[in-house]
């Protein structure tokens, strides 16, 4: 019954989108370029496609060649305008992927705005350190910049083919949208995706001939204590000698969890809604639960997400001392990675912003 009713609601977004995005294909909405490279990494669905660990992949690709600026709008901030993220602030502040990209990358400029073009003109405004190249975060739908390469992630496991537009389905726009990227990404792959499968997928999403397909998978490191404890070894990786509660605030948690149960044959999950705020309510919540585990040997796992919101709470000591982060990051699969790197270098490479260019319109002006 609810299908029913959410279906012609879900046929009224769906021409609200398409001509929102007419608009824009006909010039009525323009777009604005910039004179320094953009990259957009976005997603045609809700929910989760690793957005965050395809955004820190390309922040590790280029940081260390070229000054890269990240901008997204800072999803659930308490917060309004241009923001540039500290790794001092709070996810309340600047949103929770922002504050984990500025953890783990203190030495690149992450900013947060909800207006992308103001956004943009605010990281370009400062000569001392104009960015070579700027990260668009979550901003496929974003039309109002026209990005020089525009990257689409599509969840392996939660394909488009036979999905529908909000609300009936999850798809924030129609599928036949993905002729816009660049760049499509399958992600959460499994370790081999077949030939027979990537021909499926690649008639799926009907690939045109200026777009390139590739195939991510998630790769997990070694638990992580939040609050400076104890590194785990062998008792947890080699004897499942613990028992884990698994903590997630995010979309798809289940590869996680399918993940940490080669460690672990006790595992209780305790799950929120995606970026959810955690109260105090909660967090009682989850020291009852983790102290009815009867298990002497026994930690909390959540995601580096989830840190960014809970790291400022009044956590008890009990919880500090047994909580522990899962590092994850995108691996390419099979040769992929070389193709896909020299792809973006090149790009970067071939149009970043040349700073004296930028003094001598700044000057020309005055």
Known sequence: MLKILLYPLSWLYGIGVLLRNRAYDLNILKSHEFDVPVISIGNITVGGTGKTPHVEYLVSLLK??????TLSRGYKRKTKGFRLVETTSTAIETGDEPLQIK????????????NRVKGVEQLISNDTSLPDVILLDDA???RRI?????????????QIKNDHLLPYGRLREGRYQARRANIIIFTKCPDEVTPIMRRILQNDINLLPYQKLYFTKLEYAKLVPVF???RLGKPFYEDKKYSILLLTGI????LMSNYLKQFSDQIETITF????????????TIENRFEAIPAGKKIIVTTEKDVMRLKNMELSENLKTQLYYLPVKVQFLEEEKKSFNKKILNYVGENKSNRELHKRKNSGKS
């Open 146 to 158: 026209s990005p020089g390469i525009n990257i689409l992630l599509i969840d392996y496991n939660r």
């Open 228 to 230: 400076g404890g104890k």
């Open 140 to 142: 496929f739908q974003h």
């Open 103 to 114: 953890t783990k990358f203190p030495e690149v400029t992450v900013s947060v705005c909800e």
């Open 64 to 69: 260390d060649k070229y000054n890269v600026a």
């Open 251 to 254: 979309a798809s948690p289940k």
């Open 273 to 284: 809604p995606d970026h959810h705020d955690y109260s105090a309510v909660d967090l009682q």
